[in-house]
């Protein structure tokens, strides 16, 4: 940056007092530099936002990531209950397919009868 400085000092001690083109050119050198110090800012705030981004966008990568491992072990999960389910349900179809509709009744009124025990006992 001092270099600049001096080149720019060079300049202006060189070019002091003459015009080209209606302009001075220690002023147009100025201006030069008042652009490129704003482009530099400019490009730096830049590089600061996409670096920023650049966590924001990793560290939504990893979420997503672990939720989708979340979602897997809840999938996994689930295809063990619906196996152990279906399952249950087979016995109890063979259970009701074989058994008198009285037997049937029976079970039926008796789990009827429980439950609503254990939701009085528990209220």
Do not use: C, P, W
Request: no cysteine; glycine share 8%.
């Amino acid at each position: 940056m001092n270099s600049r400085r001096d080149y720019r000092g060079n300049r202006v001690a060189l070019f002091d007092g003459i015009e080209e083109g209606g302009i001075r050119a220690s002023s147009s050198y100025s201006s030069h530099e008042i652009d490129e110090h704003d482009n530099e800012r400019a490009v730096d705030g830049l590089q600061d936002r996409v670096n920023l981004l650049k966590r924001l966008t990793g560290d939504i990568h990893e979420e997503v990531e672990g939720h989708n491992r979340m979602l897997d072990r809840v999938g996994n999960d689930m295809d063990a209950s619906r196996g152990i389910l279906s399952g249950t349900m087979d016995r109890f179809k063979s259970v009701f397919e074989t058994r008198s509709s009285r037997r049937m009744f029976t079970l039926v009124a008796s789990f009827v009868v429980i439950f609503l025990i254990i939701y009085y006992l528990t209220r």
